[in-house]
Each structure stands twice: as C-alpha cells, then as structure tokens.
C-alpha cells in the first residue's frame, strides 16, 4: 500500500501540471475490510491512479465515481456492503462494510 505522503504529493504534482484530481478516503469501515480507514487513493482526469481503497474489489466503482466528482465538483460518500448489491457487482463479498469519501481537491485552472 502507498504511503499517504506519497499519495498526496503525487496529486500535488498532477495538479501542478494543471490536471483535475480527485482523492478517495477510506472513512469507516465495519467487520471484516480490505483496507483500514484512512487508506487513500488519488485519481486524475485523465485516469492516472495511485493507492488504494480496498485492494482491487471496489476500485473501479471508486475510479468512475471520481470521474464524476471531477466533472461536477461535488463529493460524494460510497457505501459498500455485502446487503448492498452494486458490492456484490464490484467485488466486496468480505462479510464487511466500507465508506469511502471522495472529493475533487483544488481549483480548476
């Protein structure tokens, strides 16, 4: 798993090239999860990825929403379960629960 420095700085460099960014946190989790709470993943319009939410079940579900939240600029909070059925779609059939918050971080240049 990156390190969350690594993470960061990273998006601190896409944006310096002037590329819109999203960053997903990993900000609850219940029984048994991939990726502890405060795992991170940083995504950038152009689909350039670095880190990890879950280790691979839920990351495309992630990925589609940043794009998303890039466009549109408004974060969002992603639930995950094994009662939900998009997780069983994407992967997390763990027996836990995980929330992902994902933001757009900076200003559009």
Request: hydrophobic share 40%; charged share 25%.
């Amino acid at each position: 798993m990156q390190k969350i420095d690594e993470i960061l700085s990273q998006a601190y460099l896409w944006r310096k090239e002037k590329k819109s960014v999203a960053i997903a946190t990993v900000v609850s989790t219940w029984g048994s999860s991939p990726r502890p709470v405060g795992s991170q993943m940083v995504v950038s319009e152009k689909l350039e990825i670095l880190g990890s939410v879950s280790g691979g079940c839920i990351e495309s579900s992630v990925i589609a929403e940043a794009q998303e939240i890039i466009k549109t600029g408004k974060p969002k909070l992603l639930k995950f379960g094994v009662s939900n059925s998009e997780a069983w779609e994407v992967g997390l059939t763990c027996g836990g629960k995980v929330e992902v918050y994902v933001e757009k971080i900076g200003e559009n240049d």
